[in-house]
């Protein structure tokens, strides 16, 4: 079992390794092509409101539509039930996006062409229903193929990206071609809907804990990556599209760091919900571990390279990203604790939500606060200080509770030294 889980990981972290090359790749094509930073910071803007009206709910359905891949009833019947869940919700947010275009347009979006903005919701609205397919190869053991999907999926992407600029040469034409292909895996949901077993959508008290369930991992979502978002409209609202466009190629976590994390959580809890406590905890300690040894040489490497790395993939003028970029690796402090996992594991969620209310309240009021001083720098800062004392005030709840010490699953010293390399090497990076 535990072979299989990992497998399974390994399979997922290369699609969206795969999937957010492909997207990194698209935006370098933009500034390559020679796009104002008027129009790239118009496209990335699009990206982050889209991704702000639908992550939560996919990323609470999806999540626990995975969580039912351990039990022993048929998995295709879930399938049916999030697809269904997914187009419902899918339709909200396009009716949402469509209606306040028209009505807020001259105070949000009055840089931003109609048919500009009807693509971005039909890209979204079919990408958001296929998110469900690299799930279901995922829940279904498809390793090979999932694989294949991501293959698959990053080649039409960037080939029809290319496309879309050759014979458009328009943001337009771009995102005619990405809504295409969106449209095209949307219909492979389709086709996995069609051979499943039908589903009970709403008879079995299975599937009523399933829309529960969702919608409480659904608002914890939501809540603990509100802050997220404000920091960018502020970036924005106050800076313009230019400024944007900056940060945002600066201000992405490391893919790797992100996915490797977020699977290892994912491993944690299936770790925590299937084997004794003390047993359980001690392979959380030993595998965060292995983590830290992994991925802190990459990044010092990274962060040290990343004055080089921006101009040579963008241009010149987008070599104040690599100081975002590197602001953002700092994230380690709380990328490498998981007592998010445990509380999960054990059944304590509701604890999830009264962190990820005082990350998001923390965090807002440290942005607001901090931009008065140190600019978009202040914004950063409030954002890792957020994130950080969120993870601390999960771990007090772990002791409070369950009387589980920090040192019980957390490598204490690879933890620290590998958070102070990778501090070091960033003050380094930014004296040079």
Same mark, same amino acid.
């Given at each position: ?13 290369i699609f969206q390794v795969l999937r957010f090359g492909a997207y990194l790749l698209i935006s370098i094509l933009l500034v390559k092509a020679g796009f104002s930073t008027e129009n790239i910071g118009v496209y990335e803007y699009l990206l982050m ?50 209606v306040g275009f028209y009505f807020f347009k001259n105070a949000w979006f009055n840089s931003i062409p109609s048919s500009t903005f009807l693509l971005f919701i039909i890209f979204h609205f079919a990408n958001n229903q296929a998110y469900i397919n690299e799930h279901y190869l995922l829940v279904n ?109 600066? +201000?992405?976590? !490391?893919? *790797?760091?992100? %996915? =490797?994390?977020? &699977? ?6 299936? #770790? @925590? ?48 990203? +690599?100081?975002? !970029?590197? *602001?953002?690796? %700092? =994230?380690?402090? &709380? ?6 996992? #445990? @509380? ?53 709840? *772990? ?34």
């Amino acid at each position: 079992m535990k072979i299989q889980i990992q497998t399974n990981i390994n399979a997922f972290q290369i699609f969206q390794v795969l999937r957010f090359g492909a997207y990194l790749l698209i935006s370098i094509l933009l500034v390559k092509a020679g796009f104002s930073t008027e129009n790239i910071g118009v496209y990335e803007y699009l990206l982050m409101l889209g991704g702000s009206a639908s992550f939560f709910w996919l990323g609470g359905f999806l999540t626990f539509y995975i969580s039912k891949s351990d039990e022993k009833t048929s998995t295709n019947q879930y399938y049916q039930t999030t697809f269904n869940v997914l187009f419902i919700f899918n339709c909200l947010f396009a009716a949402t996006l469509f209606v306040g275009f028209y009505f807020f347009k001259n105070a949000w979006f009055n840089s931003i062409p109609s048919s500009t903005f009807l693509l971005f919701i039909i890209f979204h609205f079919a990408n958001n229903q296929a998110y469900i397919n690299e799930h279901y190869l995922l829940v279904n053991n498809e390793n090979k193929k999932l694989i294949h999907y991501g293959i698959l999926n990053f080649l039409s992407l960037l080939f029809g990206a290319g496309l879309g600029f050759y014979y458009y040469q328009s943001l337009n034409g771009i995102l005619l071609a990405l809504s295409i292909v969106a449209l095209l895996k949307m219909c492979l949901s389709i086709y996995f809907y069609l051979k499943s077993p039908n589903s009970i959508f709403i008879k079995s008290k299975k599937i009523q804990s399933f829309a529960t369930q969702g919608l409480i991992i659904s608002f914890s979502i939501l809540i603990g990556s509100l802050g997220d978002y404000m920091d960018e409209y502020l970036v924005h609202h106050f800076y313009g599209n230019e400024t944007y466009a900056i940060y945002k190629m600066g +201000a992405r976590e !490391f893919p *790797l760091l992100q %996915l =490797l994390t977020n &699977s290892l959580a994912t491993i944690l809890i299936v #770790i @925590i919900s299937k084997n004794e406590l003390a047993e359980a905890l001690q392979q959380f300690k030993k595998k965060t571990a292995s983590l830290i040894k992994v991925l802190v040489p990459i990044l010092c490497l990274l962060i040290i390279a990343s004055k080089f790395l921006f101009p040579l993939f963008y241009n010149q003028q987008f070599s104040n990203s +690599a100081i975002y !970029f590197n *602001l953002y690796t %700092l =994230l380690v402090f &709380s990328r490498f604790l998981f007592p998010q996992s #445990i @509380i999960i594991g054990l059944g304590m969620n509701k604890y999830l939500m009264i962190g990820a209310l005082a990350e998001c309240t923390l965090h807002i009021v440290l942005s607001l606060l901090l931009m008065q001083f140190w600019g978009i720098y202040g914004i950063i800062a409030g954002f890792l200080i957020s994130y950080l004392a969120d993870k601390f005030l999960l771990m007090y709840f *772990l002791y409070l509770h369950k009387k589980i010490m920090p040192f019980d699953y957390l490598p204490i010293k690879d933890y620290l030294i590998g958070n102070l390399l990778v501090t070091i090497t960033v003050i380094a990076a930014l004296a040079l």
